[in-house]
Each structure stands twice: as structure tokens, then as C-alpha cells.
């Protein structure tokens, strides 16, 4: 499994962005993917996932009622709508894939993206 991150970028405080994730390989629709981000000095944490079907989701508390992840399989793509942006936002987002154990678990994941940057202004 292949994974390409995607749609980073500088925006202002409020402001919306959306990343995609774009994956290959036969096997990516079987696993559940998730999104993870990293701002400087700080360990890499838990945003969101999806189940295979996309039917499940899990978002991390800071990001529930502003974020939402999907996915299409048919198009090899899963996507993290990101809405009222703020600067605790900032961090390098990156995408992933797993088979087994609990979503927000990082060390569950066998497939990484390269990470995006995602900048918000205050």
C-alpha cells in the first residue's frame, strides 16, 4: 500500500481546508485509515479515522463538530474536511493505513503517507 498525501497549505483562522489522501495497492480497501498530524516539538497524535466500508468513524476530541473524514473507495481516496481552523492546528497532517486494533493507536498503522503541511494564521 502506497499512500500520497495532499491539499495542505497557509489559510487564516476560520477558514476551511480539505486534504486528500490518495492510495494504490490492492489490498488499501480492506484496511481502516486515519489521519494523524504533528506540530513542532510535539508527538505525532490521533485526528481521525474510517472503517473499510467508511460506515465508522472516530475523531479525536479536539477536531469533533470541525472535521470529517471519508473515503471512496471506487476513487482510492480518503479525505479530511477541515472547517473553523485554528492555529492549534498547525502541524504536518499525515495519512495511514491499518488492519488490526483500536484506530487512534498510531503504532496500529503499517502504511504511511509523505505528511502535508497545514498552516493556520491567527
Known amino acids: 500500500v502506497q499512500l500520497q498525501a495532499s491539499g495542505g497549505g497557509l489559510v487564516q483562522a476560520g477558514d476551511s481546508l480539505r486534504l486528500s489522501c490518495t492510495a494504490s495497492?490492492?489490498?488499501?480497501?480492506?484496511?481502516?485509515m486515519g489521519w494523524f498530524r504533528q506540530a513542532p516539538g510535539k508527538e505525532r497524535e490521533f485526528v481521525a479515522a474510517?472503517?473499510?466500508?467508511?460506515?465508522?468513524?472516530d475523531y479525536a476530541d479536539s477536531v469533533k463538530g470541525r472535521f470529517t473524514i471519508s473515503r471512496d473507495n471506487a476513487k482510492n481516496t480518503v479525505a479530511l474536511q477541515m472547517n473553523s481552523l485554528n492555529a492549534d492546528d498547525t502541524a504536518v497532517y499525515y495519512c495511514?493505513?491499518?488492519?488490526?486494533?483500536?484506530?487512534?493507536?498510531?503504532?496500529?498503522?503499517?502504511?504511511w503517507g509523505q505528511g502535508t503541511q497545514v498552516t493556520v494564521s491567527s
Open positions: 495511514a493505513a491499518g488492519s488490526f486494533g483500536s484506530w487512534n493507536n498510531l503504532k496500529n498503522y503499517d502504511y
Open positions: 495497492g490492492r489490498t488499501w480497501r480492506s484496511k481502516f
Open positions: 474510517i472503517g473499510p466500508s467508511g460506515g465508522l468513524t
